[in-house]
């Protein structure tokens, strides 16, 4: 029987060249690419549920939308926008009126000082006009980060962020994409995860998703084609 040398031996044990093993981690480019995927099929069409038809009135009803409905907000502000058409009108407005008109919505003081602050600050310092930079939106009364997204992605198409609601932050920790205990925290890890051409898209896809599916108490992950891509440990269902 021939003896083989020993350059012969590491030729023989040397492994042959191959396409490197895919990530397998839950941040992995395919599987973020395959959770997105998911989401368009599913909803294809998502948008922002709050009725509006200017940017000063996505800003008015994003901040009345806090702690509060969609459905309830979309209830108040048609008479809300008739009685006060424009950012120059509620700047006149007495702030009891728009408390009474706001009533509903929860925090009424609150969102009432915040909307009369935000309608002057936009008509003295911006013309009239809401700001579509992120850097100046948030100098307006009540328009912090989250809600600066939403005006800034659905009025202007500007990705500068990644809304965090509370489905957006349950479903990203359930779904692995962030591991953050805030909101602040989930969207800077978002923002490092997601291609920024889905930035905004993936916000409205998701708070439907949270809504329909994805429910904070027993998820109906039998109904999920998100399920094989989710390891979380309150899932309820697993094929």
């Not at 962030?178 to 890890?189: C, I, L, W, Y």
Request: glycine fraction near 6%; proline fraction near 7%; charged fraction near 25%.
């Amino acid at each position: 029987m021939p003896t083989r040398t020993p350059s012969a031996a590491r030729k023989t044990a040397k492994k042959s060249p191959g396409k490197a093993k895919p990530l397998r981690g839950p941040l992995a480019p395919d599987r973020v690419a395959a959770i997105l995927k998911a989401l368009d099929e599913a909803y294809p069409n998502a948008e922002c549920a709050l009725h509006h038809r200017t940017p000063w009135e996505l800003l008015v009803a994003t901040i009345l939308s806090a702690q509060c409905t969609d459905a309830r907000v979309n209830m108040v502000t048609p008479e809300l926008f008739r009685r006060f058409p424009t950012p120059a009108a509620i700047a006149k407005a007495p702030l009891s009126e728009i408390e009474d008109l706001i009533r509903t919505t929860g925090f009424f003081h609150n969102k009432a000082k915040s909307i009369l602050g935000a309608a002057k600050k936009i008509t003295e310092d911006f013309n009239g006009q809401v700001p579509q930079t992120l850097a100046e939106l948030i100098t307006v009364p009540g328009a912090a980060r989250k809600t600066a997204n939403v005006v800034l992605g659905v009025s202007f198409g500007k990705a500068e962020g990644v809304v965090v609601d509370t489905h957006v932050f349950r479903i990203a920790r359930r779904l692995e994409l962030a591991k953050g205990d805030t909101p602040q925290e989930v969207e800077r890890e978002l923002m490092g995860v997601l291609p920024r051409d889905h930035w905004i898209s993936f916000s409205h896809q998701v708070i439907h998703h949270g809504r329909q599916v994805c429910v904070a108490r027993n998820p109906k992950c039998d109904k999920c084609n998100l399920e094989t891509l989710c390891r979380s440990k309150d899932k309820t269902w697993s094929s």
